[in-house]
């Protein structure tokens, strides 16, 4: 049997995630100076830390209401465009989630190709445009096809976890289209895309969790 | 860093509450950083604005008669969430729906338009328009394009005079929306600012040097160049205005704005050499304002901003208002 994430797994999994944000701070902070105004750590950070503040609550919800409660604490602790986009994505992938229990591999694929979606239609863009979409996309992408093609949920879950951190580090190399990073004169080439960056953190960590619970 | 604050965290909260204080006909919903005239128009159409911190008065200092209902605070730079943006929708609800005066920047957009979609859930009719004035910048639909400045005040008092004339959603949205397409500033920066929760300067410029374009935030600009005297600051600043948009032969508001460090001297010095230009090309003015009306925190420099009148805009502009940052009698 594959893996099953409970609405208690989730949390466990935010508090993971908190911790590898937190221990990145210096290296995304360094990141988001040289082409944005330095801010990105220090939000999404707060951001998760009012997650897993917020743990016991969120344990006692459904997977539905789950989402769509961290959906609602991003948007407004993390503010600014992180926080929307986010939030966006938690609100999409609930809907995906109405009256599931637990999620599983097909679910998970749902949930992450729902939150891609949300993010690109939020905030207008396509992957491409040195965002966490460059990050998100592939990711997704890899997940559909490993389960198209009858791969084991082990190994989808460590091909998934390289095609984030791929994706992420493929942005060192874009123009970027959206945020600030765009009226620098070389439009930031050279420099990885922080958000792309925090995005690569929290699929690597979860992908880490469902390896254990296999 | 050498600021008058308390803790970086609670400029934004601490900056409205003093603001209230001063301004009793405003109240303020703390923890939503939203300032709201005290005395509600049933049946007017509300105008909301927002944006980050940081460009006081704006948006805070335009709310009142004959302008905006209400405006919405984010941190320093970063825009404000949704549900801090659905607050000053229901503070301007007055049954006749509410138009969004957002500036063209990635994060007001999308949060502004995900606080649109939930407020019309609510059933609250939500329009909003975007300002997009800052020639520095190319205009684009596939990127961010042109960031939104100074000229938002102008489309503040133009929808705002619109909506207290009576006029409907639709009237007031196609009143701003003249205006946007009829506004372009420009501006230039002399010295950097500081965020409170950042504490030393976001750029670098030389002691004897400018940067042409700059944005409000500190965004990079289209030349740095040594110090120029006013009547060269003023040719610069206006050739580009005046290659981007025909302005021949007609009436215009101008507006001299400072962007936070540079004294008033400084703008009415500025001032003079821009109508001498105008008077020159036979663009006539008709109403200036000199002033700190946008601004970007201690940041040095100015922008001036022109709209093209027509007898509707002129009028709009021309109604009176009553806000703690412009009046009109």
Redesign the interface.
């Known amino acids: 049997m594959g893996f099953q994430l409970t609405p208690a797994d989730y949390v466990e999994y935010l508090n993971r995630a908190y911790q590898k944000i937190h221990e990145n701070g210096d290296y995304v902070t360094e990141l988001d100076s040289a082409t944005g ?3 990105h750590w ?2 999404i950070n707060l951001g998760f830390e009012k997650l897993v503040e917020a743990a016991e609550e969120l344990k006692t919800l459904s997977l539905f209401e789950e989402f769509k409660k961290i959906g ?1 604490i991003m ?2 602790v ?4 992180s ?3 986010y ?2 994505a938690y609100l999409g992938a609930a809907k995906v989630l109405k009256d599931k229990t637990v999620i599983e591999n097909e679910d998970l694929c749902a949930v992450l190709g729902a939150m891609l979606e949300a993010i690109m239609s ?3 863009a396509q992957p491409g445009f040195k965002t966490m979409i460059d990050c998100l996309h592939p990711a997704v992408e890899c997940y559909r096809d490993s389960i198209a093609n009858g791969l084991s949920e082990r190994e989808t879950i460590g091909k998934v976890r390289q095609a984030a951190i791929d994706g992420a580090q493929s942005t060192a190399a874009m123009e970027a ?4 990073a ?4 070389n439009k930031g080439v050279g420099h990885l895309d922080p958000g792309a960056i925090t995005m690569s953190y929290q699929i690597e960590t979860l992908m880490d969790y469902l390896a254990e619970k296999l | 860093m050498k600021k008058i604050i308390n803790h970086p965290n609670s400029v934004v909260s601490e900056l409205l509450a003093g603001m209230v204080k001063a301004h009793p006909s405003l109240q303020y919903a703390e923890g939503l950083e939203v300032i709201s005239r005290r005395q509600k128009t049933l049946g007017k159409v509300g105008v909301v604005a927002g944006g980050g911190s940081g460009h006081e008065p704006a948006h805070a200092g335009y709310v009142g008669r004959g302008m905006l209902d209400a405006a919405v605070a984010g941190n320093v730079f970063s825009s404000p969430s949704p549900d801090r943006i659905i607050k000053g929708i229901e503070e301007a609800n007055g049954g006749a729906g509410v138009l969004l005066i957002i500036k063209n920047y990635s994060g007001d957009i999308m949060n502004f338009g995900m606080a649109k979609d939930l407020a019309e859930m609510d059933d609250i009719p939500v329009e909003s328009v975007v300002v997009k004035d800052d020639v520095a910048v190319p205009d684009s639909t596939y990127s961010t394009g042109r960031r939104g400045i100074a000229g938002t005040v102008f489309v503040h008092k133009i929808a705002g005079a619109k909506a207290q004339a009576g006029g409907t959603l639709q009237e007031v949205k196609a009143a701003a929306e003249k205006a946007i397409a009829n506004i372009r500033s420009m501006g230039m920066a002399m010295s950097p600012c500081t965020l409170p929760a950042v504490g030393k300067p976001g750029f670098q410029l030389g002691e004897n040097e400018v940067e042409i374009g700059m944005g409000i935030h500190g965004e990079p600009g289209v030349e740095r160049t040594g110090i120029k005297t006013a009547a060269e600051t003023a040719q610069i600043l206006l050739d580009r205005i005046l290659q981007d948009y025909d302005f021949s032969g007609s009436e215009v508001a101008l507006l001299v704005n400072g962007l936070g460090a540079t004294p008033l001297m400084e703008l009415y010095i500025l001032n003079n050499e821009i109508e001498k230009i105008l008077t020159a090309k036979g663009i006539s003015i008709h109403k200036t304002f000199v002033g700190n009306y946008m601004t970007a925190l201690e940041m040095s420099g100015c922008s001036v901003t022109l709209m093209k009148l027509d007898d509707e805009l002129k009028q709009l502009l021309d109604a009176p208002c009553d806000t703690p940052a412009l009046t009109v009698l």
């Not at chain 1, 289209?177 to 600030?180: F, P, Q």
Request: charge should be positive; hydrophobic fraction near 25%; avoid cysteine.
């Open positions: 105004d330095g801010d220090s939000n609602t948007m407004s993390i503010g600014g465009s926080g929307v986009l939030g966006s939020r905030g207008n289209i959206r945020g600030r765009f009226y620098q004169a």
